[in-house]
């Protein structure tokens, strides 16, 4: 009987969280129990964060103290703050705070491998140090074109807002880098005059524009001297040239294809912003996010441009007066070149 009760005596004991703690002093080393723990609380005692912290106050007190005989409180709590902010860098989309959240995991890497040590690992701690630079400078230089996109011009601004940029896939960082005037896409504002040429049919283009003020006016040229006919009008706040920027930007594409149409400035003149296409492919090769803002941009304005088409084209058909087709000819082969009302370069 006495043999049973020493036994499951024996049980309760081992079953109980008893850790075994040394503190490093500069004089001496001493071992002592941690008589109380959550599960010493009498029953009448719930656990709170009172009692918690309460039982972390002697490690909180002694930051030499050691676990399981190597790791220190404080190297516990960088170890584990240092993968959570990795895990939160993992899951970010935005890539200023992912640096910020790589730079505290790099930061508190480097106290988990160097506090409560007598002599830091070497390797380690270079590796650490590193990793958080390269971090460091990356967060500098994204946090550096976002101040800068912030801090935009009131004449860039005002272009952002009124021509839905950002709705049509543009931020203000990725706008900036492309409209900001001789910077790395070297860009250039230009005041045209009426009947200027923007492209020319059966010509290679090799300009992007895109108008800010004013409008330009898409024809064909008629063979002989037949003139040329009116096709769409293309107002502000449009691309102009975006298909030969299309064509460039294809790494698989030979070459840039010839202007099938032209477009010339209409009344009163325009104030434009033109890019190289050489220089622009450039750029947008070593920004993949300003090339896919610009990509999304181009294809709503492109739709922008067919329903506008498309809807002239049915008040032109509307207007035209009403005839009977002689026998023999088809209704619908009408080569009499269309006529733009506000064009007066005819």
């Known amino acids: 009987m006495a043999t049973m009760m020493s036994l499951s005596a024996a049980r309760r004991l081992s079953s109980r969280s008893i850790f075994r703690c040394t503190v490093a002093t500069p004089t001496k080393r001493k071992g002592y129990l941690l008589n109380r723990t959550l599960h010493d609380q009498p029953k009448s005692n719930p656990w709170t964060l009172k009692t918690f912290l309460n039982e972390l106050k002697p490690f909180l007190n002694e930051p030499r103290m050691i676990f399981n005989g190597n790791l220190s409180f404080a190297q516990v709590l960088c170890g584990r703050l240092s993968f959570i902010l990795s895990l939160a860098a993992f899951a970010e989309t935005d890539m200023l705070h992912l640096r910020t959240f790589a730079m505290g995991s790099s930061f508190l890497s480097l106290g988990f491998q160097n506090i409560a040590r007598p002599s830091p690992q070497k ?178 304005d492109l739709r922008d441009k067919l329903k506008t088409s498309n809807s002239e084209m049915i008040l032109r058909t509307r207007s035209t007066k009403q005839y009977i087709a002689k026998p023999g000819t088809d209704p619908r082969d009408n080569t009499k070149p269309a006529t733009d009302p506000s064009d007066n370069t005819q």
């Open 123 to 300: 390797y380690p701690l270079y590796w650490g140090i590193a990793l958080l630079a390269v971090n460091s400078y990356m967060f500098v230089e994204l946090w550096h074109e976002r101040n800068q996109a912030s801090n935009m011009g009131d004449e860039l601004r005002k272009v952002f807002e009124n021509y839905d940029f950002d709705r049509r896939g543009f931020g203000h960082v990725e706008f900036y880098k492309l409209f900001k005037l001789g910077g790395e896409c070297n860009a250039r504002k230009r005041c045209l005059e009426e009947g200027e040429t923007l492209i020319m049919q059966n010509k290679t283009n090799m300009r992007l524009y895109f108008i800010l003020e004013g409008a330009a006016i898409v024809r064909l040229q008629l063979s002989g001297d037949n003139g040329h006919k009116y096709l769409v009008t293309i107002k502000d706040g449009a691309f102009v040239g975006e298909l030969s920027m299309l064509d460039a930007l294809d790494k698989h594409s030979l070459s840039i294809e010839p202007a099938a149409t032209e477009v010339v400035i209409g009344k009163g003149g325009a104030t434009v912003v033109e890019w190289d296409v050489i220089d622009l492919r450039k750029f947008m090769w070593e920004n993949r996010d300003v090339s896919n803002a610009l990509q999304t941009f181009v294809c709503h």
